[in-house]
């Protein structure tokens, strides 16, 4: 990975750490894109040091805010004129409904909207740096979008609103491989396993009980990793696109996302809901 710049989004703690200091291992030039300056700084620290690669910077970003979103592509626009492996890790579940900033439901505004924008912000240098990958985080948990409710208003649960953004990541992450056909950069995305991780850090009571129980059974954020690390750095999938991975294989994701009508419908609203302001047709 020597001469690839990475940007990682969510990259101070879980499976988006261990995914950082695996590619800073093989000497990639890591961007960490994090929640909090202070958290970020320390796990920047900590993955210098047991990476022995310096060669790793910090981008603070709250992802449920797109003025945070526009400016963090700005700054990574402003260092880097080449992008060579975007990693859209970032991700939430909220047992209650939460509700942004811009008004948008904070689940699909973190886990779907933000990678939705900054993928789109960033396609520039990603096109620069051909040929390039982007790789989303997706899961296991997956649900059929209910475009007459996308953010929850009439009807809403945590797991409910977390499996449609993973859809709706899933089905943009195809309608992405077919607008970048033709320009070197590939779009997958992955499911990285039931991972031992604080992601359920916002839920309490029996929920927590249940899930702290299963903790052992569950993997290491470094088996999460290998997914994404494999999807980042291996010459044999540096033509495949538009596929959902789970083990570091390509598998079929559930039948909903493999809607194109539902795609193309998708990347309008989101274009709409983050303002793009560009013709995204014929640029991606
Ligand atoms: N763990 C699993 O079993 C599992 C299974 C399937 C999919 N996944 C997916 O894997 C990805 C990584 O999750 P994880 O399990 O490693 O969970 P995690 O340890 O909770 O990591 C999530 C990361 O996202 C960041 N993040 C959350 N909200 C953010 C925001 N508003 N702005 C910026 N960053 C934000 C967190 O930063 P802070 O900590 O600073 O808030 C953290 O770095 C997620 O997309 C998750 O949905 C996980």
Same mark, same amino acid.
Request: glycine share 8%.
């Given at each position: 990975?020597?001469?690839?710049?990475?940007? =990682?989004?969510?990259?101070?703690? !879980? @499976?988006? %750490? /261990?995914?950082?200091? &695996?590619l800073?291992?093989?000497?990639?030039?890591?961007?960490?894109?994090?929640?909090?300056?202070?958290?970020?700084?320390?796990?920047?620290?900590?993955?210098?040091?047991?990476?022995?690669?310096?060669d790793?910077?910090?981008?603070?970003?709250?992802?449920?805010?797109?003025?945070?979103?526009?400016?963090?592509?700005?700054?990574?626009?402003?260092?880097y004129?080449?992008?060579?492996?975007?990693?859209?890790?970032?991700?939430?579940?909220?047992?209650?409904?939460?509700?942004?900033g811009?008004?948008?439901?904070?689940?699909?505004?973190?886990?779907?909207?933000?990678?939705?924008?900054?993928?789109n912000?960033?396609r520039?240098?990603?096109k620069?740096?051909?040929?390039?990958? =982007?790789?989303?985080?997706?899961? !296991? @948990?997956? %649900? /059929?979008?209910?475009? &007459?409710?996308?953010?929850?208003?009439?009807?809403?649960?945590?797991?409910?609103?977390?499996?449609?953004?993973?859809?709706?990541?899933?089905?943009?992450?195809?309608?992405?491989?077919?607008?970048?056909?033709?320009?070197?950069?590939?779009?997958?995305?992955?499911?990285?396993?039931?991972?031992?991780?604080?992601?359920?850090?916002?839920?309490t009571?029996?929920?927590?009980?249940?899930?702290?129980?299963s903790g052992?059974?569950?993997?290491s954020?470094?088996?999460?990793?290998?997914?994404?690390?494999?999807?980042?750095?291996?010459?044999?999938?540096?033509?495949?696109?538009?596929?959902y991975?789970?083990?570091?294989?390509?598998?079929?994701?559930?039948?909903?996302t493999?809607?194109?009508?539902?795609?193309?419908?998708?990347?309008?609203?989101?274009?709409?809901?983050?303002?793009?302001?560009?013709?995204?047709?014929?640029?991606?």
């Open positions: 990975m020597k001469g690839k710049t990475v940007l =990682i989004t969510g990259a101070n703690t !879980g @499976i988006g %750490r /261990a995914t950082t200091l &695996a800073a291992g093989m000497g990639a030039k890591i961007v960490m894109l994090c929640h909090t300056r202070e958290r970020g700084q320390k796990a920047m620290e900590e993955i210098k040091e047991k990476s022995d690669n310096p790793i910077d910090l981008l603070v970003a709250d992802l449920s805010v797109q003025a945070d979103v526009r400016r963090a592509a700005a700054e990574f626009a402003a260092r004129s080449r992008l060579h492996v975007l990693i859209n890790n970032a991700g939430v579940i909220l047992p209650n409904r939460v509700v942004t811009d008004g948008l439901e904070s689940t699909l505004a973190v886990n779907y909207l933000a990678p939705f924008l900054l993928t912000l960033l520039d240098r990603l620069a740096a051909a040929p390039a990958r =982007i790789i989303n985080v997706a899961s !296991g @948990i997956q %649900r /059929a979008l209910d475009f &007459a409710d996308l953010q929850g208003e009439k009807r809403y649960g945590g797991l409910r609103a977390y499996g449609e953004s993973k859809t709706a990541l899933i089905l943009h992450t195809y309608e992405l491989a077919r607008r970048l056909a033709g320009t070197g950069v590939t779009a997958n995305c992955l499911h990285p396993g039931d991972i031992r991780t604080d992601i359920f850090r916002h839920y009571g029996l929920f927590k009980l249940i899930l702290s129980i052992p059974l569950m993997r954020p470094e088996k999460g990793a290998q997914t994404p690390v494999y999807l980042a750095s291996s010459p044999k999938v540096q033509n495949v696109t538009g596929r991975f789970v083990n570091r294989r390509p598998v079929k994701s559930s039948a909903s493999y809607d194109e009508s539902a795609a193309r419908r998708l990347w309008d609203i989101s274009a709409e809901l983050t303002k793009l302001e560009i013709n995204m047709e014929g640029t991606l």
